[in-house]
């Protein structure tokens, strides 16, 4: 099939290069345009996407949005019998979404109708959900409320963070979208509307949600450090004798012990909470590594009695 592909970060990595492996014909990639990067902001960086599009020899076009008539007819001269939307940034208007001859895909990493919009991978880490996935939607001009024609789900294990469900979930998209544009194709692929229960918005991650307070319970801050992790990081404040520093959690686990919250109770170390305790496994200073939690507690000085705000 004659496919426009329409995504920008490396979550859209594995299904665009499934789709060309499949031997579909992809007429152009939309992406977002590159951004300044570089401590100056002089250098202009392409989003993954862009990248890959590049190396596959396949046209790359970043309109700033489709609200010009010209961009609105270029994308509709494209003739295309599908177009594959995944994380884009864009709104799509209904010109747009009416262009292709069977319309538009999107995937969608979450399980419809529960965490519909920007964040879905980290709200449901963050939730504590069992289960997410990705799911195949034909696009309305909603946000993620059109119907849905193929599912693939991911059991989220206790300790699993953000990023790894994000790797699992691409990977899962991938072979996704390959069998959707098939059953598509041979006229197999059906739709059935959202469940009307169960809705959920996944907002996008606001920085003060990041701040980590030792007051609430470790089995809450134990799901927002995983889903916060590695992008942006949960994090807590510090003074290890040179005043305030920034300290992300970027690994915790479930541990015994009660204190005082923000208490260091061991070596290892563990931090009592409001309810609870967590053992630091992985931590970032600001301006360093990452390091093992042994290590972090090492360098901080922090012994057991200590008290980390």
Known sequence: ?????????????????????????????????PKPAGRRGLELTP???HAAAEKLGIEVR????????ETVEAFRALNADVAVVVAYG??????????????CLNLHASLLPRWRGAAPIQRAVMAGDAETGVEVMRMEEGLDTGPVGMTGKLALTPDMTAG??????SEIAGDLIGRALEALEQGRLSFAAQ???????????????????????????????????PFPGAFFEADFGKGPERVKILRAALAEGSGAPGEILDA???IACGSGALKLVEAQRAGRGVVSG???????????????A
């Open 62 to 69: 970043t309109p700033k949005n489709f609200r010009e008539p």
């Open 90 to 103: 864009l709104i799509l208007p209904k010109a747009v979404l009416e262009a292709p001859r069977l319309g």
């Open 47 to 49: 989003s993954p996407v």
């Open 164 to 169: 790894e469900a994000h790797d699992r979930l």
């Open 195 to 229: 469940a009307e229960d169960g809705l959920l918005y996944a907002k996008k991650i606001d920085k003060a949600e990041a701040r980590i307070d030792f007051s609430r319970p470790a089995a809450e801050l134990h799901n927002l450090i995983r889903g916060l992790s």
């Open 268 to 270: 290892a170390p563990t």
């Open 1 to 33: 099939m004659r496919v426009v592909f329409m995504g920008t970060p490396e979550f859209s990595l594995a299904p665009l290069a499934e789709i060309h492996r499949r031997g579909h014909e992809i007429a152009a990639v939309y992406t977002r345009a």
């Open 294 to 308: 042994v290590e972090f507690a090492r360098g901080a000085k922090l012994a057991p009695g200590a008290r980390l």
